[in-house]
């Protein structure tokens, strides 16, 4: 080890923060750093700090299975998604660092005629915005996953599916730090283990935060802190419809290249793709009870591999590695909280529930321009805190990667 080495190898390891920032970002996941990155780079305010309670990326940023896509429900969350995907895509060049994002194609597999339904619904809807989805039949399905066995034990034969040309995959952690070293380089600073504590709020206005280590004044925060949402929004006596719940994941060992596709079942309730190194990463969904942890449970286990040995019988043998739990923001329409809020520089990016990795690039985007205007960026109108007063929902539950 050289010891004389000064240079970072990511980003500075700051050590003390200011007394005052312009903008303070709570969160040091994709979302938190992503603002921080696109405040510096789109609008040149660079005293920001982002603070983060433990290491950055440790959130649901590094415990999600990576899906990427934007086959949605609704022409705004469609064109949300879709604005995110394409951001994907000149990712790694932009941010110079390999986040192996891997197009894949993404099948939504349909066991029942009501399924095939919804299937068509958003192939047109996806169409018409100009996204690359269509609804295929099983020979199609075969050819692209020759190893599935389409009547899945002869328990929920597949009868069709939502195939969705852009559904890639990425490296999660690496997205973190992408976007923290660019965040970086440009001048914002990245605390670590440093926990918002309280917010400090008079006559309706932010003016700063407590930390445990120390007072920081700035008249601009954003929240982005994904399960913690609740604990923060009470600082601020705001109140959200979101909800706590656990979702849950693992992998196999690794294995050979042989699953190209990303498959998804929402009647089995499990999802699969294989990463660039090999491990099956598979999940479920929603744990049914609401609970502010990050454990994970035998029963979680049990139930999401004997799906996937009905799908594919010939893994019966392989063994489960890691599993793991992040503690997901939902809200009633399965659509994020995004822009500014009745508290004067509190903005809110939340109720990223079990969707919200695939958002990270525009969601950071079009936070830090809401918070450099002042004003809701267009993209996110219809994600906006007050749709619930409103009655005017975004309902993307048909679109969530699996059953709920
Ligand atoms: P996080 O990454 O959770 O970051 C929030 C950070 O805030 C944390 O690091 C936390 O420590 C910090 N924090 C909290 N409170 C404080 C405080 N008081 N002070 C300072 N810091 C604080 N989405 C997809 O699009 N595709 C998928 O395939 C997918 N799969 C998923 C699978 C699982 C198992 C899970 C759990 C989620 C999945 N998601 C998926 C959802 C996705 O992971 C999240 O929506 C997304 O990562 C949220 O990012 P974030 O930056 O908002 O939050
Ligand atoms: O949003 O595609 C998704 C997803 C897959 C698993 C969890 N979320």
Not at 150 to 166: D, M, N, V
Not at 181 to 195: C, K, L, V
Request: hydrophobic share 35%.
């Amino acid at each position: 080890l050289n010891r004389e080495y000064k240079e970072p190898r990511f980003f500075r390891d700051c050590q003390t923060p200011k007394k005052s920032y312009d903008a303070i970002i709570i969160g040091g996941g994709g979302h938190g750093l992503a603002a921080a990155y696109y405040l510096a780079k789109d609008h040149g305010i660079t005293n920001v700090a982002v603070l983060e309670k433990g290491y950055i990326g440790g959130g649901n940023t590094g415990r999600n299975t990576t899906i990427v896509r934007s086959n949605y429900l609704t022409p705004d969350g469609v064109n949300f998604y879709d604005a995110s995907v394409k951001l994907f895509e000149g990712l790694s060049e932009e941010l110079d660092i390999n986040l192996f994002y891997s197009n894949r194609g993404h099948f939504t597999l349909a066991h029942t005629e009501s399924a095939m339904r919804t299937m068509r619904w958003r192939a047109e809807v996806n169409k018409h915005v100009g996204v690359k989805s269509r609804v295929v039949g099983t020979d199609e399905i075969s050819k692209a996953c020759p190893q599935l066995d389409i009547s899945c034990s002869g328990k929920a034969p597949i009868q069709g599916a939502l195939y969705h040309e852009p559904g890639s995959i990425a490296r999660h952690d690496a997205v973190a730090w992408g976007y923290a070293r660019g965040a970086d380089s440009q001048g914002i600073e990245i605390f670590q283990n440093t926990e918002v504590q309280s917010i400090d709020v008079r006559d309706g206005k932010v003016h700063g935060v407590q930390t445990n280590r120390g007072y920081i004044a700035t008249g601009k925060v954003l929240s982005a802190v994904a399960g913690f949402t609740p604990r923060i929004c009470k600082m601020v006596d705001l109140k959200t419809p979101i909800v706590i719940h656990p979702l849950q994941a693992c992998v196999s060992e690794p294995m050979k290249p042989w699953l190209d596709t990303i498959l998804v079942s929402g009647s089995l309730h499990v999802y699969v793709s294989q990463s660039s190194r090999g491990e099956l990463v598979m999940g479920a969904s929603l744990d049914p009870y609401e609970v502010h942890s990050t454990r994970s449970t035998f029963d979680f286990v049990e139930g999401l591999t004997s799906h996937i040995v009905d799908m594919f019988p010939f893994l019966s043998n392989v063994k489960v590695v890691r599993q793991w739990a992040g503690m997901a923001d939902m809200t009633p329409d399965f659509a994020p909280i995004m822009g500014k809020t009745p508290i004067e520089g509190f903005y809110l990016d939340a109720g990223w529930g079990t969707w919200g990795f695939k958002a990270t690039p525009i969601s950071g985007k079009t936070m830090a321009a809401t918070m450099a205007n002042d004003k809701a960026h267009d993209l996110i109108h219809s994600f906006r805190l007050s749709r619930f007063e409103d009655y005017e929902l975004t309902g993307e539950k048909g679109a969530a990667s699996v059953g709920h």
